[in-house]
């Protein structure tokens, strides 16, 4: 069984990281750093904003780690623009057979929407949850994404389409 670690995205400016994507970043490291045996390591995250200057945020996710940690082979999903989307492009990379061991880190506040999206993906990670800021919009967003994921598993694409069509725009 083969131990994959994701790193989900979340936005950044060029190469300078949001603070969220900062400290999944730190947390990959010291994953890493505790000789837990992982076989991949996948930054997710694609260009979805001017800010990025370019740059995805997988990209800028990598880069930071393997200034840590540089013996490191780090495999970059750079399209994604959501968590639905990280979920199915890291499927496609590894492939679809239960042979894997995923460990998937994200924010505290995005727990329940991540282990649901992965869980109607019919794959059953160990969620590494790291600190990150919370207030009523990023609860709101959450709840609509959970929404979004059980319409996404049942077919209904849409209002998951909407959504990167409004609001992840370059």
């Not at 239960?98 to 109607?120: E, K």
Request: charged share 25%; hydrophobic share 40%.
């Amino acid at each position: 069984m083969a131990n994959v670690l994701i790193i989900h995205g979340h936005e950044n400016e060029g190469w300078t990281l949001s603070f969220d994507a900062e400290a999944r970043c730190r947390k990959a490291i010291e994953l890493i750093r505790s000789g837990y045996p992982f076989d991949r390591v996948i930054c997710t995250g694609g260009l979805f904003s001017k800010k990025q200057q370019g740059i995805t945020n997988a990209a800028a996710m990598a880069r930071r780690i393997r200034q840590e940690i540089t013996n490191i082979e780090i495999e970059e999903e750079n399209e994604s623009l959501t968590t639905i989307d990280n979920c199915e492009k890291v499927i496609q990379m590894v492939g679809k057979d239960d042979d894997f061991d995923f460990v998937v880190i994200s924010s505290d506040y995005h727990a329940v929407r991540t282990i649901i999206i992965w869980y109607l993906a019919g794959k059953k990670i160990k969620f590494v949850a790291v600190p990150g800021p919370k207030n009523v919009q990023r609860c709101i967003v959450e709840t609509v994404g959970i929404a979004v994921a059980i319409c996404w598993h049942f077919g209904f694409k849409w209002p998951e389409m909407l959504f990167r069509r409004t609001f992840r725009k370059v």
